[in-house]
């Protein structure tokens, strides 16, 4: 970490939102990066943590959506991902608290 101290910077802090974050799919962020948010993305505040959850399902990012298509790729909807992450959650073995996650912060319901 001495040889690259930005990296362990980095390292450290995501180590630290991890730590922080509840099981699942989630996409956390620690609270101090709240302006550092595009519009448009549906958040959810954990204070109590100090981490904020982005619901990646039925967030609209419009900066993500011109990459996807000037790159071609696939980018299914909300429809589509909510689906795929019930099935998910149905088909596999995931802890409790992970399917809680997908319903509370992601708005799947199962």
Known sequence: ?????????ALIRAISVAKKCPSGPLLALAIENRER??????VHEV??????????????????K????????HSPDSLMLSMHLRE??????VKEEWKTSVHDFLGVSM
């Open 66 to 73: 011109d990459i996807a298509k000037k790159s071609d790729l």
């Open 47 to 64: 204070p109590a943590q100090g981490i904020l959850l982005v619901d990646w399902i039925h967030s609209k990012d419009e900066l993500a």
């Open 88 to 93: 998910y959650c149905q088909t596999h073995q």
């Open 37 to 42: 948010i595009p519009e448009g993305l549906i």
């Open 1 to 9: 970490m001495t040889l690259f101290p930005v990296m362990g910077t």
